[in-house]
């Protein structure tokens, strides 16, 4: 049976198209719906004499300056001594000026070590207003640790601190700089409604990396697929020294829906789908030991999350939480 050249450009587009289709449906039935309630024991935090306590709501207004959020999975020997950097560098700037007010809150992501254990050592010394332990009862991957925590923060600016102490804590200070330098432009939106940037403004710090030589490989190959598929303009995304407003931290983290690896990438997808600013300041960083990310299969993880962040947002499987509540 002969075919004209017609004939098989037909059948290809029609080939394509069930192709097309097919993939349009697997996004849609695999895309998962993130769990944002807490579990009762979730809700509640132990102060210094072991009594329960709630965590606040999302939506009620900030009362400190600062929450510091620290995933944390299995990190009973490296806390310690990103903790003590921290409470140094947070003691010492309260004393300064004692407006200033603070929070730290460790995010236990269903460790199976003494994680928990050895952060309540931080709430009996320091007091329960200033260290509070967060124990999920399932791992949920740091995106979902990081996004537990802060909606359980009381701070007017929520800074994001990798366990592992790798980036020095007093960088906050450059970080605060670069945020304050992009807070007083004002901007306009629908309606010609003027605003401040602050209100919704975001920092993420790149690096000066002290890293070694494959790690630095892949990265390399995964900031090409950040920028191919998902978020242009940034040069480090995976930085775990993150600092943002509150209003921007709660209209971020209600939309993700990446919990593992690649949720940095979303956040800053979802960042520029709200015109959210978006400054980088160099901080130090160095690699520390005992890093939970497996070289290979966690970038590979990594970079399929990438393909299907873009696709689900482009089919339409995920959605902005502002998009959904118009609708």
Same mark, same amino acid.
């Given at each position: ?108 992501? #269903?460790? +199976?070590?003494? *994680?928990? @254990?050895? &952060?309540? !050592? ?117 930085? #775990?020294? +993150?600092?943002? *407003?509150? @209003?921007? &931290?709660? !209209? ?76």
């Amino acid at each position: 049976m002969d075919f004209s050249l017609y004939d098989l450009l037909q059948y290809s587009l029609t080939l394509a198209l069930i192709v097309l289709l097919l993939v349009v449906v697997v996004l849609h039935v695999s895309a998962n719906t993130v769990d944002q309630t807490h579990h009762e024991k979730e809700k509640h935090f132990l102060t210094a004499d072991g009594k329960e306590e709630s965590f606040p709501s999302r939506m009620d207004p900030p009362s400190l300056e600062l929450s510091v959020v620290v995933p944390s999975y299995n990190e009973e020997l490296r806390l310690p001594v990103m903790m003590d950097e921290a409470m140094e560098y947070l003691e010492k700037r309260q004393k300064k000026n004692p407006s200033f007010t603070y929070e730290v809150i460790v995010v236990d992501d #269903g460790s +199976k070590d003494k *994680t928990t @254990e050895v &952060a309540m !050592k931080y709430t009996k010394n320091y007091g329960a207003q200033k260290v509070r332990v967060l124990t999920l009862v399932k791992n949920r991957g740091k995106g979902g640790a990081v996004r537990m925590g802060t909606l359980s923060s009381r701070g007017r600016l929520i800074l994001m601190a990798d366990a592992d102490g790798a980036t020095k804590f007093a960088d906050i200070e450059k970080v605060e700089e670069g945020l304050e330098s992009i807070s007083e432009k004002p901007v306009r939106l629908h309606f010609f409604q003027e605003i401040r940037l602050s209100d919704y403004q975001q920092t993420f710090p790149c690096q000066k990396i002290s890293r070694s030589l494959f790690r630095t490989f892949l990265m390399f190959g995964f900031h090409f697929l950040v920028w191919f598929f998902c978020v242009r303009g940034i040069k480090d995304t995976q930085c #775990g020294f +993150k600092l943002f *407003t509150r @209003e921007a &931290a709660l !209209k971020t983290f209600s939309s993700l829906h990446v919990e593992r690896w690649a949720f940095d990438v979303e956040l800053l997808f979802i960042a520029q789908c709200f015109d959210i600013p978006v400054v980088e300041v160099a901080v130090n960083w160095t690699e520390i030991e005992g890093s939970k990310l497996v070289p290979f299969w966690s970038w590979l993880q990594m970079g399929r999350d990438l393909v299907f962040i873009r696709l689900r947002y482009l089919t339409g499987a995920w959605r902005l939480e502002s998009e959904r509540k118009t609708q």
